[in-house]
């Protein structure tokens, strides 16, 4: 199957710092994205639909200036949490379709940050 | 509407028994569900996929149920084994490919 790949796989940073995840499609092109974010013992809670080339959809709710999406190319996707706090800590998931009919979402192996 | 927030139940199944995991979505115009299967700390795995045309799918030792009726999923898992202890997601299709995801439920396999 398609092979999506994120890093990086854990990150602890200082509160106030920036952090970079990446979301690469390894053997398909995918032009449209899905980052998710996951809290200890609950569901995924779709964050925002990133489209290369264009800018990204955010859910109700997500700050888009907190969580910065880039799609600048048909294999890479990046999420940026800005200036990250304590409650930003979570486990953060990327997503995407590998352009088939089926639909199949594949997704990444997920990046746990910690913020101090 | 979305299950965000709530606390995974539990199913815990005899190893060998068959497994039956529920799950109920929400939107009527949904098309195309899929079971994923997650292991801790790490990201989710498809295991099966069904469409709106469809009220059943069998795979290698799963059997996915759709009653599109009540919008009601089922993954059975037959012969439960040691390394199907995971928490088991259902997610549905509300548009181009955009997915929600329901609260996901926690199988523990007793040995």
């Known amino acids: 199957g398609a092979v999506v790949s994120q890093h990086p796989s854990r990150v602890i940073c200082k509160s106030g710092t920036s952090v970079k995840i990446e979301c690469r499609s390894l053997?398909?092109?995918?032009?449209?994205m899905f980052w998710y974010r996951q809290f200890p013992k609950k569901s995924l809670m779709l964050m925002a639909t990133?489209?290369?080339?264009?800018?990204?959809?955010?859910e109700q709710g997500v700050e888009k200036d907190k969580f910065l999406i880039n799609h600048a190319s048909l294999t890479l996707s990046t999420l940026t949490v800005t200036s990250a706090h304590p409650e930003d800590s979570s486990f953060y998931i990327c997503?995407?379709?590998?352009?088939?009919?089926?639909?199949?979402?594949?997704f990444g192996e997920g990046s746990r940050l910690t913020v101090l | 509407g979305e299950s965000v927030g709530l606390h995974l139940p539990t199913l815990s199944v005899q190893e060998g028994d068959n497994s039956i995991i529920n799950c109920a979505y929400s939107?009527?115009?949904?098309?195309?569900f899929i079971w994923y299967k997650q292991e801790s700390g790490k990201g989710p795995q498809f295991i099966i996929d069904i469409r709106s045309n469809m009220d059943k799918r069998q795979g290698q030792r799963v059997t996915v149920l759709l009653n599109k009726t009540v919008k009601h999923l089922s993954l059975q898992i037959a012969a439960t084994q040691p390394g199907d202890s995971a928490v088991y997601f259902c997610a549905e299709n509300t548009g181009t490919y955009k997915y929600i995801f329901g609260t996901g439920t926690r199988l523990k396999v007793l040995a």
């Open positions: 997503s995407a379709n590998s352009g088939t009919n089926t639909g199949e979402l594949f």
């Open positions: 939107n009527s115009a949904s098309d195309y």
């Open positions: 990133s489209n290369e080339g264009s800018k990204a959809t955010y």
């Open positions: 053997d398909f092109q995918a032009t449209t």
